[in-house]
């Protein structure tokens, strides 16, 4: 595993979920695609298990960088910098709004 720009660390299910972003002079060079899944999951191996499902609000060719991580209730939250928090399914990465009947998209 990279330990570069990394931001955050949780466990959860035997799962050690790590949340990266970019020193601010290096935000302007570094690519959208990980800037905007910026969350990773590794096994207890060190192996990547995922890597986060881009939040699906926004344009495509936005930046929504997730910008906080937390465990609540047993689940996996992810926060983003456009003011949305979401469900991480701890099994693949994608993510579902944290709040009911909310559809961000």
């Known amino acids: 595993m990279d330990t570069g720009n990394i931001k955050q660390r949780i466990e959860i ?3 050690e979920i790590i949340r990266r972003y970019p020193s601010n002079n290096a935000l302007s060079d570094y690519p959208r695609e ?4 910026n969350i990773e999951a590794y096994k207890a191996d060190g192996d990547l298990a995922w890597v986060i499902q881009e939040c699906p609000a926004g344009g495509k060719n936005e ?3 997730y910008m906080d991580i937390q465990v609540k209730d047993g689940q996996l939250i992810a926060g983003n910098w456009i003011g949305l ?4 399914n ?3 990465g994608t993510v579902s709004p944290a709040k009911k009947g909310v559809r961000p998209w």
């Open 63 to 65: 930046d929504k960088a």
């Open 13 to 15: 299910e035997g799962l």
């Open 85 to 88: 928090d979401f469900i991480v």
């Open 34 to 37: 990980k800037l905007n899944r």
């Open 90 to 92: 701890l099994k693949n």
